[in-house]
Structures are given as structure tokens and as C-alpha cells.
């Protein structure tokens, strides 16, 4: 039932029916389609299509189709099919194109195939594209568009309107119109809605919404995306040095940047590089890319771990009591997941911008209280568990100085002893103290990384994660070893 | 410079300025406040002020404000202001809410302020409120908002450019108008701009889109979410089982739920409940809550780990091979990271709708290939990595059968001997070889785990990454154990 409700939300088109109508040259049918299918879902559909098939898509379909469906082409599709076009062709399709799709795409092209397409774009599209190639990736002038509807704020509701019906077609949006005063500085917008239910004799001025975020060309796109979120915006300003209006973002480049940022930061939280394309479009050998450098990273900062346990392993308090070794990865695992926890809940509360670097004194009286909760939480449970596991067998102390405790348990019956019993509590005491100090101190580490990195400017969410590992799985070692001592004088 | 640009982005007010405002009963100054400030930005300013000092505000400002203003406090405040408030002012405001808001703030509320707040709603706001109380957290119904604009598809442009005129001013998006037949079933959307483009005698059947997605009240949010994303919607039809418009979601919703998943997905990864407040709303005993329960499961988990390490340590292959412990962390490490790489690209794939569970078979053979990669590059790196460490001194071989190794290494010189070099070049095979094997499987559980969960409709991002990890670290232990019987059988 729920596949057949998803089934009918869009209607669908499936590789092999679209290049039937191809094949076919069905101009009506590929119409139709067109016109009930999302063309979206249509360009997916065609990914794998050879050049020629695409270009006699192309050729059947009105103009008005062509450009959301070449955007929605894949980026290696793009490039066959740029190669395959005549010139004419080429023409055709990318001045049909808004200028931010194109620059996009010919921002990943080897440079024969974007200089081709520069040459097909016409005048004003071609310094439209290559204004776009300048900004920076990842910052408000590389997201804009240029396409957009900019007013005087002298006037009137009725001429507004009017412009719009003579000039709206080619702007990315009409619902936002932005305004400007007599020195062409930005001041403001007005809603279309506004506008409708405006006098005709009001000036844009008299309707203008003055409390607008905007931004610059440097600005970060995360920032972008996050005062779209908070002030939800259908579309915003950017603006150049001198405070002129230069180009605008929309509501849907922003969900966007949302979901990339959030993939980042994902992927980052799982250690490895983003993927920057769909999963169908990336080959095996990309994968790797993206995360083997990851794990030989780790591995070579986890040397410190094995440097320091390679050494400790030779004492005699690991000699002695040999249970030590078998709660080493659960000591560890404890510390790296405490302070994970806290360095993902940073990354999350820098990202949305709910307190900056500065806060870090505030932050860290915060996270302080909540380690000491959970460390003391935790920390008891652990006592507890580890003796159950003890005393039923779970695990054994094993020989202790010629005592044999290896069969000591409840189910022998024979662990109801003074000399079982202080053994068994002194090394849960050991065990839960030490976690108890790792969760403490990993909660303090998680906090710290990440507002460091990002009081540095770095991307919190880029190392604080590999660097809490490297850092606890350390200090846990030393801390368990100094704890171990302390509670088994005798041993040491 | 940075800083500075970025102050200027909105107009700010801190809680000092608004507050003296408030006790000097400055309607004027109050009033250019809400002009210029953003009044989502006002309303964080005024979380932490008194409830009489609130209701001033209400008192003061004009109700096209409060409306936002109220939406944007925090939900104790908004709790502490319902209490505080007479019956009136609670008329007042809560008639001014958008009903999607309101159900959104009454659903948290204890009963007796719920009651309270549907006592003072209109008899059509209370309807409103009920309907979107009944719908399940997470689906299209308790999401969408039920003031939009329907017209009947053989109306003309100029009558609904009317309609809109006088209806629209209560409708929560009027960019996009939904279209229903006869017989009151949705056929599709028209937008704004293509109404206000086309000719006056046309009807909206002539100019609409039939291309549209929509969803039913059941849908998961997170569908809706990846639709709005995917087709760059502005808003979203829901429709009931009889295929009928009950209400509609818009894109600043559809915004907030990526957030929110995104989140949520975050949150997991880290091993930690997703918190649902800001960081500012939550006591550390909040974010204590949401991390010391993973913790222990986590713990309770590593046990199968503890115990097979226990019993490991006493084979005699450890006691000959001290070395052989010192590695356990860093395998462990390896073979989790690398599992959780692919977790994180399945679960991140899936959430994008790249693959269905019913994929599996051919997004394994995809990371077969991909995990024979990445495991070959780093198993060979390792042996590379670890031959160094053991020539270097950093790690040990200790004693083995009497003879001393711990004190060979290039620094002394007397590493050149055959001996020496057997006993390294086997025991980085035997770590190397292990890490081969533990990220191969690890990243093919990682592939099955969350593809597994969503076969069988269970969130993936939830149980996978635990579950990879203990399972991981109880198989590489098993392996490393069986490859050094192997590599070493005189000491086995």
C-alpha cells in the first residue's frame, strides 16, 4: 500500500519508454511527456542516452523544456553532449540556459569544452558567465544569479506591476523585487504579494520591507543558507563593496547549500571527504578516493596509541594483571564516543549559529555540568557491569600472583570469598574511575577542538573528530595505567 | 573587516536596548525596532524577559507584528507568557497565529495551558488546530499549514486575479495556487507569475502545471523534503485518501525539516539522541540525557569485544608475541572508520532517494570493488607504516623464546640481521593482512547494515553504526588472532 501511494505522487517516464518515443521521433508523445512528467525526472531518465539520441531530444521538444532539462543532465552527459552539438546547436541550448546553471557546469570542464561554450554563449550571457567564474566556490557570488528584477524606490505600485509583466520572464524570480534609492544603493525589498494588494499610487518606498538580511560576495554560503533558514527568505540581496545590488540568491539554491553542507558535514563525522556527486555518476575508484586517504591518516596518528600501549603492555602491572589488557578497547571506545558526542552537538550549535568562538567560557561551564552528569552516570554503571561480568565469567582475572580466579564465579559457586571479592571490586573500581575520567576529560577535549577550529576560522567539523581519537585514546592509556597503580600498589 | 561586514547584514537590537524600551513604554521607538529589526531577532531578544514585560510588548506594538513576534520565543517563554496573560490578550494573540504554528506549540504544552490556549481560539482556528493535532509527528499532516488558495480549474485569470486579491491576504503562500476539478479533486498548480503573464479570458486549466509532485497527510516529512529539494517546489499540495486538497506545506518548512533531519542524521553518527531545542534552551542535564544512554548500550555492546579479548590475551600466541596487543587498538580503529565510511555514504544515498534497498545487489557490487581498493592501498601502506615503526624503535618486538629484541632498531645499528628482519617483515604481514581483511568485510557490513534497515522501513542512521562496531571489532580480533597462528605457528 505505502509503495503504491509513493508510486503515483509524480508521474514517471522510464529510460526505455523515453528512447522508444526517441527512436520513434514521436514529437506529441515526447510532448506529453514533457508536459506530466517533473523534467527533472526526464534528463535522470536520459543520463545514459548516447549524444545523438539526447540531440534528437533537443530537436523534438519547444525551447521552453530544453534548459531545465539540459541543467538537469548529468555533468559527463553535459560534456558528450556539448561535444556531439554543432555549433548551431550549442547556440541554441546554452543561451537558453540561466547564466549561475552554466557557470556551474563549465566551472567542472577541461578548458577545450568550456572555451566552446563560451564562444556559442552571446554577449551579455557570456560576461553574465564569466562574472560568475570569478567568485570563489562556496561563497554568495559564485551561488547568485544574475537574472533579477531591481526598482527605484520613487516608483509606483501600477508602474512596478507593469514593468514586471514587460521585463519578469528572464528573472529567476519575481516574487522578490528589490529596491534602490536615486545613488543605487540596495534598501530594501518588496514582496509580489505586497505588491498586489498595494495601492496603485504607493511608491515601492511606502511598501518596502527595510528589516531584509542580505549579503556580500565573500560571504560563506553556509551563512547564506542559515539566514534563509532563520528569516525564511524566498530569495536575497548581494551586494558589492559599495552596497549595490549585484546579483541575488533563491530559495531553492539555498536548500541546496543545505543539503551539501549537510552531506559535508556528515561525511566528515563518518571520516572520510565529501562526495561531490550522486552515487550513480561516482565509480568505485572515486570512493576510495575520498576515503582511504582518511584511514592511513588515522592509522599513522593512531601510532601514537600503539607507541605508548606497546610500552605500558610491559609493566608489571599488565604483566600481573592480565584482565587490564581486555578493557582496553571498551576504555577507549567510552572516551571517543563521550567526547564525539559533544564535539558533534558544537559542530551543529557553530553551524546554526547559536553561539560563535567567544562564547567558549559560557560553552564550557555548560558542557562541564553535563560531563560530570554523564561521567557519573556512566561511570557507576560501570561499576556495577564490570562485576557482574566478573563474578558471572564473563570475564576472569585470570592468575593473579598464584592465586588461579579463572574458575572463580557464581556459577562454580565459589567467588563468595574475601580475597575474590576485593579483587574482583578493586578492579571495577579501576576500570569505572577510569572511565569516569575519560568521559570528563573527553567531554572537555570535544568541546574545545571544535571552538578552537572555528575561533581559527577552520571547519570544525574538518579534524576535531580524528584529533579527540588521537588525543583520548592517548590520555585514557595513561590515565587507566596511573589509576591501576594507585588501586593495585601491590602489583606495580 | 570580516566581522565588521558581517554585523552590518541585519539591523541587531540586544536585550538591554528592547528591555528599556519596554519600561520607558516607547511605542514609537518600539515600533521603528520592529520596522528595521527582523523580529525573529526580537523575539530571541525578548526570550528571557518577564512575562509582564512581554505582554508590554504586545500591548505596544501593532498585531501585524505580534503574530511572528509570539512564533519566534522559545516554548517555556511562550508557556510562562500563556500563563501570565489575561483571557483577552490571549484572544488576541493566539487568533493572529498561523494555525501550523499554534498545533506546533500546543503538541508540547502540558494540558492544562493546551486547554487553556483552544479555549481562546476562534471556532474555526480550534477546528484548524484539532485537525493538525491528529496528524503523527514527521508526516505531511502535522506539517502542513490549512489556509491556502483553491480555485476550481474553469476559472479565468482575471477572476482569480481577483480572488486572490480579496482571500489572499490569509493564505500562508499566494505564489503558488492549487487547482482542483468538478468533482473538488487536485489537478494541478498554477504559479503566480504564469498568472499574472497570462492573458484574462484564459482559465487556470488553459495555463497550469500538471508536472507537479504532491504528497498525501502519511507522507514522511523527509520524503516532502527531498521533493521541495528535487523539483524546486515553492509550495506542496497534501491530499487526503479521496485524493482531495486538505491542506498545503511551503518551502520555509520544507527548510526547516532538512535542518532538522540533517540533524538528526548528525546526531546519530556521533552516537547521540538528537536534541530538539536550541543549545541556549537546553540544561546540561537535557544534552546529559540524550548522550549517557548511548553510552551505556555502547558499553553493554563492547562487551562480546571484552570478552573474546580475555580470552585471547591467555593463548599463548599473545604471551610469545607481547607486540600483538599493541596493534589491537589501531585494528579496531581501521576496521571501524572504514565501516563507517560506507555507513555513512548508504545511509546519506538512501536519505537522497539515490537507491532503494531493493538495489542492494548492485550497490554491493559497487563497494566490493571500491572496499578491494581501498583495503588493498591500506593494507599495503601498513605494511610499509608498521615494517618502519618495528626499524625505528617506536614499537617493540620485546622478548620472543629468549632472545631480546626490544633494544634492535637503526639507531643502534644492530637491526641488519636476519633474525630481526624474519621476525619484522612476518608480524607487519600479519597486522597488514589482518587490516586488509577487517576493511574489506567492515566496509561490506557497513554496505548491508543500513540497506538492511531500510529494507526493512527502519531509520539506517540509527542502529547501523553501533551495531558495524561491535560487530567489527569482535571479527578483527578473531582474524588477527587466526592470521598470527598462522604467520607464527612455532609460537601458536
Same mark, same amino acid.
Given at each position: ?24 521521433? &514521436?514529437?506529441?508523445?515526447?510532448? $506529453? ?64 540556459? %540561466?547564466?549561475? &546553471? ?12 568550456? =572555451? ?66 536615486? =545613488? ?40 547564506? %543558507? ?13 551586494? /558589492? ?9 533563491? *530559495?531553492?539554491? @539555498?536548500?541546496? *547549500? ?6 559535508? $558535514?556528515? @561525511? ?17 575508484? &572515486?570512493?576510495? !578516493? ?25 609493566? !608489571? ?12 578497547? %571498551? ?26 568562538? !567567544? ?20 561511570? =557507576? ?22 592465586? $588461579?580466579?579463572?574458575?572463580? /564465579? ?48 577552520? &571547519? ?23 589509576? @591501576? ?8
Amino acid at each position: 500500500m505505502e509503495n503504491e501511494i509513493e508510486q503515483t505522487l509524480v508521474a514517471e517516464i522510464s529510460p526505455e519508454e523515453l528512447l522508444a518515443l526517441v527512436k520513434a521521433k &514521436d514529437r506529441n508523445g515526447l510532448l $506529453d511527456v514533457f508536459e506530466k512528467v517533473p523534467t527533472i525526472d526526464i534528463a535522470e531518465a536520459a543520463n545514459d542516452f548516447e549524444p545523438s539520441d539526447l540531440i534528437a531530444i533537443f530537436r523534438l521538444v519547444k525551447t521552453e523544456y530544453t534548459a531545465e532539462f539540459f541543467d538537469g543532465l548529468s555533468q559527463d552527459t553535459k560534456e558528450n553532449l556539448i561535444k556531439a552539438m554543432t555549433d548551431k546547436e550549442l547556440v541554441a541550448v546554452i543561451n537558453s540556459q %540561466a547564466a549561475d &546553471d552554466i557557470a556551474d557546469a563549465v566551472s567542472e570542464m577541461p578548458a577545450n569544452l568550456a =572555451s566552446r561554450v563560451l564562444r556559442a554563449a552571446d554577449k551579455e550571457m557570456r560576461s553574465d558567465i564569466n562574472t560568475l567564474l570569478n567568485y570563489k566556490e562556496g561563497t554568495a557570488g559564485a551561488l547568485m544569479t544574475t537574472e533579477y528584477l531591481e526598482f527605484v524606490s520613487t516608483l509606483t505600485v501600477d508602474k512596478a506591476i507593469s514593468e514586471i509583466r514587460a521585463k519578469g520572464k528572464d528573472a529567476e524570480t519575481i516574487y522578490t523585487i528589490f529596491v534602490r534609492n536615486r =545613488s543605487r544603493h540596495f534598501v530594501g525589498t518588496v514582496n509580489l504579494d505586497d505588491l498586489i494588494f498595494a495601492k496603485a499610487d504607493e511608491t515601492l518606498e511606502d511598501i518596502m520591507n527595510i528589516d531584509v538580511a542580505y549579503c556580500f560576495t565573500s560571504t560563506d554560503q553556509e551563512e547564506v %543558507a542559515q539566514m534563509f533558514r532563520r528569516y525564511d527568505l524566498n530569495a536575497m540581496a548581494v551586494l /558589492n563593496e559599495d552596497r549595490c545590488l549585484i546579483g541575488v540568491i533563491t *530559495v531553492d539554491d @539555498a536548500v541546496d *547549500v543545505i543539503t551539501e553542507e549537510a552531506q559535508e $558535514d556528515l @561525511a566528515l563525522a563518518t571520516h572520510m571527504s565529501p562526495l561531490t556527486k550522486t552515487y550513480d555518476e561516482t565509480t568505485p575508484w &572515486d570512493t576510495a !578516493k575520498k576515503s582511504f586517504p582518511w584511514l592511513i591518516a588515522l592509522l599513522v596518528l593512531g601510532t601514537f596509541t600503539t607507541m605508548i600501549l606497546n610500552r605500558l603492555e610491559n609493566q !608489571k602491572i599488565f604483566a600481573s594483571l592480565g584482565i587490564l589488557i581486555a578493557f582496553v578497547p %571498551a576504555l577507549m571506545d567510552t572516551g571517543g564516543n563521550a567526547g564525539g558526542q559533544t564535539t558533534g552537538l558544537m559542530i551543529r550549535s557553530l553551524a546554526l549559529d547559536e553561539f560563535e568562538p !567567544k562564547d567558549v567560557l559560557r560553552v564550557l561551564w555548560k558542557e562541564l555540568r553535563g560531563a560530570a552528569i554523564v561521567a557519573a552516570i556512566v561511570g =557507576s554503571f560501570a561499576f556495577l557491569w564490570i562485576t557482574v561480568e566478573q563474578y558471572t565469567g564473563i570475564v576472569s582475572l585470570g592468575k593473579i600472583n598464584g592465586t $588461579d580466579f579463572s574458575a572463580m /564465579n557464581i556459577w562454580n559457586g565459589n567467588c563468595w570469598n574475601w580475597e575474590f571479592g576485593s579483587h574482583a571490586l578493586l578492579f571495577s573500581g579501576v576500570v569505572a574511575l577510569t572511565m569516569f575520567c575519560a568521559i570528563f576529560v573527553s567531554k572537555i577535549v570535544g568541546t574545545l577542538l571544535p571552538m578552537g577550529a572555528a575561533a581559527i576560522k577552520k &571547519d570544525p567539523a574538518l579534524l576535531s573528530q580524528p584529533m579527540l581519537t588521537t588525543i583520548m585514546d592517548a590520555l585514557t592509556l595513561v590515565i587507566y595505567f596511573g589509576i @591501576a597503580c594507585a588501586f593495585f600498589p601491590a602489583y606495580a
